[in-house]
């Protein structure tokens, strides 16, 4: 039963950053219930509240800063407000029309039609799609840095700390 148990983990884990790529599949929530199965499937299995509460900081952190880059770089690279608020709404579309290539995509349209409607200028309005791809890039980097972290702490935590 142990095997097993770990295997669940271990596969937990592999489907949170395949997560990364396939957006469809929620990474941070993934990861989480490998921690479950660790903390409910062994008799011993007590990981730290320093860990959970660790844990809990790097979600939040994770699911606001998915937010926050769309709409600095959309900006950054010249967008709208409207613009921001439409790269928003394309990734959560994005997340659910053509995974994976969707959640790139679709913010990208959203981006150039929100700002050819409001400026008719195709290469401001390309600029600001194009910031929706980077957000989408640095925030998939900064996802995956995040989620090694905390596995790399649950390994220590539940290894070698108990």
Same mark, same amino acid.
């Given at each position: 039963?142990?095997?097993?148990?770990?295997?669940?983990?271990?596969?937990?884990?592999?489907?949170?950053?395949?997560?990364?790529?396939?957006?469809?599949?929620?990474?941070?929530?993934?990861?989480?219930?490998?921690?479950?199965?660790?903390?409910?499937?062994?008799?011993?299995?007590?990981?730290?509240?320093?860990?959970?509460? +660790?844990?809990?900081? #790097?979600?939040?952190?994770?699911?606001?800063?998915? &937010?926050? /880059?769309?709409?600095?770089? $959309?900006?950054? *690279?010249?967008?709208?407000?409207?613009?921001?608020?439409?790269?928003?709404?394309?990734?959560?579309?994005?997340?659910?029309?053509?995974?994976?290539?969707?959640?790139?995509?679709?913010?990208?349209?959203?981006?150039?039609?929100?700002?050819?409607?409001?400026?008719?200028?195709?290469?401001?309005?390309?600029?600001?799609?194009?910031? +929706?791809?980077?957000? #989408?890039?640095?925030?998939?980097?900064?996802?995956? &840095?995040? /989620?090694?972290?905390?596995? $790399?702490?649950? *390994?220590?935590?539940?290894?070698?700390?108990?």
């Amino acid at each position: 039963m142990t095997a097993i148990l770990w295997l669940l983990i271990i596969v937990a884990f592999i489907l949170a950053f395949v997560g990364l790529i396939k957006p469809i599949i929620p990474s941070v929530l993934v990861l989480w219930i490998g921690f479950l199965i660790y903390q409910f499937g062994f008799h011993n299995g007590h990981l730290s509240w320093v860990f959970y509460v +660790s844990m809990i900081l #790097f979600t939040v952190f994770i699911l606001v800063a998915d &937010f926050l /880059m769309n709409k600095y770089f $959309v900006n950054k *690279f010249g967008g709208s407000k409207m613009s921001e608020y439409a790269a928003l709404v394309g990734v959560i579309i994005g997340c659910f029309v053509f995974p994976p290539f969707g959640i790139i995509i679709i913010p990208f349209v959203a981006v150039l039609i929100v700002e050819m409607i409001q400026e008719p200028n195709l290469a401001k309005a390309l600029k600001a799609s194009f910031g +929706s791809v980077v957000a #989408f890039l640095a925030s998939s980097a900064a996802q995956a &840095f995040i /989620m090694f972290i905390m596995v $790399v702490w649950f *390994f220590i935590d539940a290894l070698l700390i108990n």
